[in-house]
């Protein structure tokens, strides 16, 4: 089975721009997570989406946001980039949202903003 | 408000010897706790997990305990191998209402196996 995909894998962008990342799952997979990794900071959940839906949200500003379609592949959007969004973009699949035992992430996607 | 630590930054071993990788959590609806490995350039791989009701699970090398009274996990790999040496995340399952099934992580812990 194909594991978590994410393109593209890494992008140099420019403050003031907007960005799309993308991610496909898991067959079979409903749930896929964002995450926003950082030296230091860990991994910051950014939102979940289950069946099209956005299930949960994580503490970031609305340029942040997402979208999944009904193949269950999903796309972040980052608008009016930011020096500080400068970072490793996680997402990671799921086979159901709300019970999550394990999730399968992606190797993510370097964004560096200039 | 960090839900979840990881009050080491970094952890040297020698090989053969035991590695433990602490973690400590605030929120009492956590209910599901993991941990995930991360190599450079990939992405974080799931390692093990225990649930809230147990207080440890051990699969092959490695093994966590849980002290819920002290909102405190561990996790202990021996014997350590120089291809352990990676980024250690733990992560909660929030159990509570609108976050219901939201894995929040803590910072990580960069484990370095010596030979």
């Known amino acids: 089975k194909a594991g978590v995909t994410q393109t593209p894998r890494y992008l140099i962008k420019t403050r003031g721009q907007q960005v799309t990342l993308s991610c496909s799952p898991i067959?079979?997979?409903?749930?896929v997570s964002w995450y926003q990794q950082t030296p230091g900071q860990g991994l910051q959940f950014l939102f979940e989406?289950?069946?099209?839906?956005?299930?949960n949200k994580g503490n970031f500003p609305g340029r942040f946001s997402g979208r999944q379609f009904s193949n269950s592949r999903s796309e972040m959007n980052v608008s009016t980039l930011e020096l500080g969004d400068s970072a490793l973009y996680l997402c990671?699949?799921?086979?159901?949202?709300?019970?999550?035992?394990?999730?399968?992430f992606g190797p993510g996607t370097r964004l560096t903003v200039t | 408000d960090q839900q979840v630590k990881q009050n080491s930054p970094s952890l040297s071993v020698q090989e053969g010897r035991i590695s433990i990788l602490n973690c400590d959590y605030t929120n009492s609806m956590f209910d599901y706790f993991l941990w995930y490995k991360k190599y450079p350039a990939e992405g974080p791989t799931f390692l093990i997990s225990i649930s809230s009701i147990k207080d440890k699970n051990e699969d092959g090398r490695f093994t966590v305990f849980l002290n819920k009274s002290a909102k405190h996990l561990s996790l202990h790999i021996v014997p350590s191998q120089p291809g352990d040496s990676a980024v250690y995340f733990c992560?909660?399952?929030?159990?509570?209402?609108?976050?219901?099934?939201?894995?929040?992580f803590g910072q990580g812990t960069i484990l370095t196996v010596h030979p």
């Open positions: 992560a909660a399952r929030d159990a509570g209402g609108t976050s219901y099934g939201k894995l929040t």
């Open positions: 989406y289950f069946s099209e839906t956005q299930r």
């Open positions: 990671a699949s799921s086979l159901a949202g709300g019970y999550v035992y394990e999730q399968y």
């Open positions: 067959s079979g997979h409903r749930s």
